[in-house]
């Protein structure tokens, strides 16, 4: 054998080539009897795992890259969220400045409506106007919904308690003067039965001063002729007058008698409303013996008179 002419051919003796050639025959005919079939299925199988593991590399491959692409939209979303909710803390935070600011001034500006209201051309003036009856809708809500939301032993020296005593205050103003009565009764009466409605809500010993506005509106209210029949029409009045008559607030079981007072004067609402009465009779009379003077002197009157109405009936 001689040494390479180049880098690329190697001279091989003929004789060489042929017993190569020989063997390698030799391997094929007898290579599949040395190999047992076991160890060619496993060749097989290998070959198959070989394909499928080149096929999970690819995948895993593809995995990782959406993974990679996947917490980076995260880290882009956590991003965006931190910064939204950045925004609407701040939002709320000027939310509840506005909210305190709109409270604050609708507790001034019905402070004054309440103090201004309590003459009779101011009331005339206030009724004239086109959104009287907008605003007599508005004050129900707006105290309807500051009942709802209030807790058993609520402040009322809050600037939120002070815009509703303003809002039930101006009303009672306005039904004290006899043109208020005749508009509320014909244009806003809802606001009436609203406030009878409250009286059952209101947790007993909760919220006097706004009680002593909403059973002072009703009285008023009362002295109108209509306003009177369409009260004794109101089957859970009574009832909740009677509940009152043992409320912890003086105040609040005194406009309770003025209020029961003002609806039997009449006899024939007396008569409708007898038996509603007869059950507040022992509440009345319990009354005549309480501590507080005025208290006691209204409610010897109250007895006083149904007894001589009964009399007379």
């Known amino acids: 054998m001689s040494g390479p002419l180049d880098g690329e051919f ?5 004789r060489d080539l042929e017993r190569l050639t020989t063997e390698v025959m030799q391997m094929k005919e007898f290579l599949p009897k040395i190999l047992s079939q076991d160890v060619l299925e496993g060749v097989q199988r290998l070959e198959v795992v070989e394909s499928a593991l080149e096929e999970r590399e690819l995948d895993y491959e593809h995995i990782k890259a959406r993974l990679q692409a996947t917490q980076t ?7 965006e969220n931190l910064s939204l ?3 609407v803390s701040a939002l709320q935070e000027r939310s509840v400045q506005q909210v305190a600011f709109c409270t604050q001034m609708g507790s001034t500006v019905c402070t004054l409506l309440w103090g201004v209201s309590n003459r009779e051309e101011t ?6 106007m086109d959104k009287s009856a907008e605003f007599f809708s508005l004050a129900g809500q707006t105290v309807s919904s500051f009942v709802e939301s209030l807790a058993v032993n609520g402040d009322e020296d809050t600037e939120e308690s002070r815009f509703v005593l303003g809002l039930a205050g101006t009303i009672t103003n306005v039904a004290a003067v006899s043109c208020g009565r005749d508009f509320i009764m014909s244009s806003c009466r809802e606001v009436m039965e609203k406030w009878i409605q409250l009286l059952g809500k209101i947790e007993s010993g909760c919220c006097g001063r706004l009680r002593v506005l909403i059973l002072m509106s009703l009285y008023n209210v009362s002295i109108h002729r209509e306003g009177l029949v369409w009260m004794s029409r109101n089957l859970g009045l009574l009832p909740q ?4 008559l043992t409320d912890p607030d003086n105040e609040v079981c005194l406009h309770a008698l003025r209020l029961i007072q003002s609806l039997v004067l009449e006899p024939d609402v007396l008569h409708m409303l007898w038996e509603d009465v007869h059950q507040c009779l022992p509440y009345i009379t319990e009354l005549c013996h309480a501590s507080n003077s005025e208290l006691q002197k209204m409610a010897v009157e109250l007895l006083e008179e149904l007894k001589d109405l009964m009399v007379e009936g």
């Open 123 to 128: 009331v005339k003036n206030i009724l004239g």
């Open 73 to 79: 939209e995260c880290l882009r979303t956590k991003e």
């Open 241 to 244: 007058l009677q509940q009152l």
């Open 85 to 87: 909710l950045l925004q």
């Open 10 to 14: 190697l001279l091989v003796r003929r």
